[in-house]
């Protein structure tokens, strides 16, 4: 927040909830918090699976809900619909910091996205090959999707942890590394993952696509508008068996990055609003709710609608879509005995084996062969640090096991990813505190 933002918020009307929201505003905008509120989920999860009340606790989220219209019938349980449909959400946001990475971040250069698309697809392949490796032939083998993704909330929230050692250099990697991961993370469910494909459905989704392709050629700027034809196209992708998430991805991917009105226009606009606000004739002029109303449009549309949407929808996202789903999916009974379940040791050594191991081997060839090179002050022992913190790959992973497996498999799918995840933050902490010195890097980023 600005320091002009911080003086015009000081000059509002104080209410007596202000000084109960305020506190929770500024831990919202602690950059660990969201890892904190998924952790406490997780852990909250896990004890009521393995608590006395641990079957009334997994059923809940079996409970069957839904609606009736006439002849149509959407029913489906509380799992199910967070899954896929309040997770679509998840990934919409997901496709628009892929979209903001590719137009305006890191990966928008070649030579400066070349190191972290390397590792990232080192720590894709890697994993699932051990994962495959190993399981070859057995029950499982079609969870090698599982150790692919990295899990963002987590790996920032161990960053921040380690606060001012970690570089600004090495920030940069390590998100846009976990930003490639997601595409790819992506097209596994896209591509690995999609069964009894609906012809008819799937083109059903793509015209409603193509609606939203028109609609913006068209000028329409009616967020409700967009939010409906959304909606045909999720459900349409959610009949089609290709996994409706992927919707969101798409609808994410075609969110404008430009602004509507530029600071120009806006600044003139406002030189005359301030005028008719400030002239002493407000009061009496007719249609003030229209006026007010239009200003706010204008305001908003003086930022791009990706901007507008990823401010507006990464808090719900953070604290209550994926703690929710933890809630759903994180839950189960652990069994000390099933750590040793090939399914359980298959992806523990995908996610503490392969990633780590995928990353710097890929990133070694490309800054060996000159397409990368290596951010300034970082080691290989700290790229190795970094592998391993990419290995926590909890959200992602448990959401690619629900697709990939069910019943026992499952359950210990989920037991390698929680044993994995935790161990891979434990290991990738311990390195980058060992290796990276304590040092204030707030001045060698402003001149970076």
Not at 128 to 135: N, P, R, T
Not at 219 to 235: H, K, M, Q
Request: net charge neutral.
């Amino acid at each position: 927040m600005t320091k002009a933002t911080e003086s015009a918020d000081s000059r509002l009307p104080k209410a007596p909830i202000d000084r109960l929201v305020e506190p929770v505003m500024r831990f919202l905008h602690v950059e660990s918090a969201s890892g904190v509120v998924l952790l406490v989920c997780t852990l909250v999860a896990l004890v009521l699976a393995n608590s006395p009340i641990a079957d009334s606790y997994l059923k809940f989220w079996k409970t069957e809900v839904g609606f009736a219209f006439g002849t149509f019938e959407f029913r489906h349980s509380l799992k199910h619909l967070i899954n896929d449909g309040l997770m679509v959400i998840f990934f919409f946001v997901i496709g628009l910091e892929v979209k903001r990475e590719l137009v305006l971040g890191e990966l928008r250069e070649l030579r400066r996205a070349a190191l972290p698309i390397a590792a990232a697809l080192g720590g894709m392949i890697a994993p699932a090959l051990i994962y495959l490796v190993y399981l070859s032939g057995g029950e499982g083998e079609r969870g090698w999707g599982i150790p692919m993704a990295t899990d963002i909330a987590f790996v920032v929230g161990c960053m921040a942890v380690l606060g001012s050692r970690v570089p600004h250099s090495l920030r940069i990697m390590v998100l846009s590394l976990a930003i490639a991961d997601d595409i790819g993370a992506i097209l596994v469910i896209a591509i690995g993952y999609t069964e009894d494909l609906s012809i008819a459905w799937l083109m059903a989704g793509f015209v409603g696509i193509s609606v939203v392709l028109a609609l913006a050629r068209w000028g329409v700027r009616s967020l409700p508008v967009y939010t409906a034809v959304g909606i045909f196209v999720w459900y349409a992708f959610h009949e089609s068996g290709v996994h409706a998430t992927i919707a969101g991805v798409i609808l994410g991917l075609m969110t404008p990055t430009e602004s509507y009105i530029g600071k120009g226009l806006f600044g003139d606009v406002l030189r005359r609003t301030s005028q008719v606000f400030t002239g002493g004739d407000f009061s009496s002029l007719p249609h003030r709710a229209d006026k007010v109303r239009q200003f706010q449009r204008i305001t908003r549309e003086t930022i791009s609608p990706l901007e507008y949407l990823e401010g507006m929808l990464h808090p719900w996202t953070s604290f209550v879509i994926m703690p929710i789903f933890a809630l759903a999916n994180a839950g189960v009974p652990l069994r000390l005995s099933e750590l040793g379940a090939p399914v359980a040791v298959a992806v523990m050594l995908g996610l503490v084996l392969g990633k780590p191991l995928g990353i710097v081997t890929f990133s070694w060839i490309a800054v060996k062969t000159r397409i990368a090179k290596l951010p300034d002050g970082i080691s290989w022992g700290v790229i190795l640090g970094a592998g391993f913190l990419a290995g926590i790959g909890f959200t992602m992973a448990l959401f690619v096991a629900g697709l990939a497996l069910s019943d026992v498999l499952l359950d210990t799918a989920k037991i390698g990813i929680l044993a994995g995840s935790a161990l891979c933050a434990i290991v990738g902490m311990t390195l980058l505190l060992v290796l990276l010195p304590k040092t204030d890097h707030k001045d060698l980023d402003k001149s970076s």
